[in-house]
Structure formats: structure tokens, C-alpha cells
């Protein structure tokens, strides 16, 4: 089993920066992908930034357009994702995942929520 817990989320104006974080722990040390998945009011889950656990290679959804950034600190079992020039279109619940399995992610976070206000 992995446990995640993410924390960072809150509220900031237009234009502001967040940064989340996500502690891993239990059996780490299978961690193929970590990811950053979000969920709006409403709105599907859709994927934010997945990053290798092994050589740090990422992946960006598109409409991020350079404004997020996702890395990781192996030492800690920790992955953060920056978030920057924030829109209110980025409120959601923010969760972070790990996959052990090369192909399906089978732990998640409890979520933490970011509100953008206009």
C-alpha cells in the first residue's frame, strides 16, 4: 500500500502562485509515475502533470501552457507541483497519485482544494 497525503491548496487572487505537495509513504519504493490529477465542481477528473519516479521525465497537459511545474524529491518520497499566473478556471480539487504498476494509477490522495478568485 502507498499513502498520500497532499497539502498547499488555499485560496489566492488572479495571477497568484500556489504550491502543492504530496507525501508518499508504506511501499514507496515500487513508485513507477507520481501525478497530479484535478477535479472541478461538475466537471470531469482530468490530468494536470505525471513525473518518473526513476529519471524525473514529465508530462504536461496541454492547456497548462508553462504555468505549472511538477518535480520531486526522491529523499523526502515527496512530489510538488508549482502553480503559477493562476486563473480562476483552475479552481478544483487537486489530487496527487502513484502508480506501481506502469500503467494504472492505484493510489490516491484525499485532495486538497485551490480556489482562484477573479
Known amino acids: 500500500q502507498v499513502q498520500l497525503v497532499e497539502s498547499g491548496g488555499g485560496s489566492v487572487q488572479a495571477g497568484g502562485s500556489l504550491r502543492l505537495s504530496c507525501a508518499a509513504s508504506?511501499?514507496?519504493?515500487?513508485?513507477?509515475?507520481m501525478a497530479w490529477f484535478r477535479q472541478a465542481l461538475g466537471k470531469e477528473r482530468e490530468i494536470v502533470a505525471a513525473i518518473s519516479w526513476s529519471d524525473g521525465r514529465t508530462m504536461y497537459n496541454d492547456f497548462l501552457k508553462g504555468r505549472f511545474f511538477i518535480s520531486r524529491d526522491n529523499a523526502k518520497n515527496t512530489v510538488y507541483l508549482q502553480m503559477n499566473n493562476l486563473k480562476p478556471e483552475d479552481t478544483a480539487v487537486y489530487h496527487c497519485?502513484?502508480?506501481?504498476?506502469?500503467?494504472?494509477?492505484?493510489?490516491w490522495g484525499q485532495g486538497t482544494q485551490v480556489t482562484v478568485s477573479s
Open positions: 497519485a502513484a502508480d506501481r504498476t506502469g500503467g494504472h494509477y492505484d493510489y
Open positions: 508504506g511501499r514507496t519504493s515500487g513508485i513507477v509515475t
